[in-house]
């Protein structure tokens, strides 16, 4: 079976909270000032009740609302496809299947979380969000959430990606967002960073700072994340849930699941629903996949530490590199985050799930040949996924037996085509 496609009646009604299956319990966030366990209240400034009640709860399954299912019907249930030009490429016994979330309208798995994220802040009167944005997917997927739901959008785009990603920026003003560059002279934030570095290629911790430092001042304004936090992760549940039923109706059973980390939010999306079988002693690899210049996973330590560079949200138990890390401005934008979100942090500190990390130039080999095999040109993120997807294929091949693998292909690369032709590393 080629395509695997659910029947718009297979989507799942309800997302999957992975809290309750965690081996520990995740350790409280920290007020920024009083380092205390952080209170409902402490996140009201910031967020709708909504999503702080999700961000803590620990109920295992949560209802999807209708007009948010409403949404999600334009582009889900997203296909399961198997990779056969490429197994056949690589010459392996190696069964590939990829998740393929570049076919929703921003072009990533993000919208999943920002029309939940929309719609609840617009059921609450609020007005406008803010956030931020590294390769710009997120940023996108906001901008388009917030037309749907009639909100304002101003998104700070750490700068080197919107040096290296115009249309980035042109698509998400399509849909009426204020897109500056991080760090701006908007904010005291932006202003604090250029002076101490005027030609600073910006962070996804800085432009967090930038974009909460502009979601406090105003009561009708709250801040909206892509990743990192608890109810994103819920959100992104639903890519698991469907390859769960997808693999099933091919007769399935997959030995290696495999998605890139930034922040860990698609990561996490794919592998929630499979975690307990793992966590129960069952044999499945969860393998996080990370850029080698921003391996909080690999070389980061499991410490108390900041969201954002100003230290102005909470501090989260997570793997970081230190949120005054500044990343080289490599094209994969979306990965260049100093920290791992606490519920991946805690399955890698438990051993639950694997991380490895890779070069930009060997992913952008492992890009262009899924892009010849498969014909889909991948975002420098999903990259990752695809070059490990491939080393575990290869391996298969030494090892003359069959298993079978899947990934997620978390966005389309037609927006990142400058990153290839800044990255010719094969013919």
């Given at each position: 079976m080629r395509k695997i496609i659910l029947d718009e009646k297979e989507m799942p009604d309800f997302y999957y909270n992975i809290q309750v299956d965690l081996p520990e319990p995740l350790l409280p966030g920290l007020h920024p000032i009083t380092k205390e366990?952080?209170?409902?209240?402490?996140?009201?400034?910031?967020?709708?009740?909504s999503l702080i009640k999700q961000e803590i709860s620990q109920e295992r399954e949560i209802e999807i609302p209708k007009e948010v299912r409403k949404r999600y019907l334009s582009y889900r249930p997203t296909p399961l496809i198997r990779a056969l030009a490429l197994e056949e490429y690589l010459n392996t016994p190696a069964k590939i299947y990829y998740k393929n979330e570049?076919?929703?309208?921003?072009?990533?798995?993000k919208l999943n979380t920002a029309i939940p994220q929309a719609y609840f802040n617009s059921i609450e009167g609020i007005k406008?969000?803010?956030?931020?944005?590294?390769?710009?997917?997120?940023?996108?997927?906001?901008s388009m959430a917030c037309s749907f739901f009639n909100l304002n959008c101003k998104v700070f785009m750490v700068k080197a990606s919107f040096e290296q990603k115009?249309?980035?920026k042109i698509l998400m003003e399509i849909f009426?967002?204020?897109?500056?560059p991080s760090p701006s002279d908007t904010t005291e934030s932006g202003r604090k960073f250029i002076e101490l570095d005027p030609d600073s290629p910006g962070s996804l911790g800085i432009a967090i700072s930038e974009a909460v430092e502009e979601a406090v001042k105003k009561s009708d304004t709250n801040y909206a994340l892509g990743s990192v936090l608890n109810h994103v992760l819920l959100h992104q549940s639903i890519i698991g849930l469907e390859v769960k039923k997808q693999l099933k109706l091919a007769d399935e059973k997959p030995e290696i699941l495999i998605g890139c980390v930034g922040g860990g939010s698609n990561f996490g999306g794919l592998i929630a629903p499979f975690v307990s079988k793992k966590v129960k002693g069952k044999e499945i690899r969860l393998v996080a996949v990370e850029p080698s210049v921003a391996a909080s996973l690999t070389k980061g330590t499991f410490e108390y530490d900041y969201g954002d560079t100003m230290g102005l949200t909470p501090l989260l138990a997570m793997y970081t590199l230190g949120h005054d890390f500044v990343p080289p401005p490599i094209h994969a934008g979306g990965l260049r985050y100093h920290g791992m979100a606490p519920i991946i942090s805690n399955l890698y500190k438990n051993k639950i799930i694997e991380a490895c990390s890779y070069d930009q130039k060997d992913i952008f080999e492992a890009a262009r040949i899924f892009a010849k095999?498969?014909?889909?040109?991948?975002?420098p993120e999903s990259a990752h996924a695809i070059k490990k997807a491939i080393d575990e294929a290869l391996i298969a091949k030494e090892e003359k037996r069959e298993r079978t693998i899947v990934f997620l292909l978390s966005g389309h690369g037609y927006l990142d085509l400058s990153a290839y032709e800044k990255n010719r590393t094969i013919s």
């Open positions: 366990p952080i209170k409902m209240e402490d996140l009201r400034p910031i967020f709708p009740e570049g076919v929703s309208p921003a072009g990533s798995h406008s969000l803010t956030t931020e944005t590294g390769a710009g997917q997120w940023g996108s997927a906001l115009p249309y980035r009426n967002a204020n897109v500056l095999t498969e014909g889909i040109i991948p975002a």
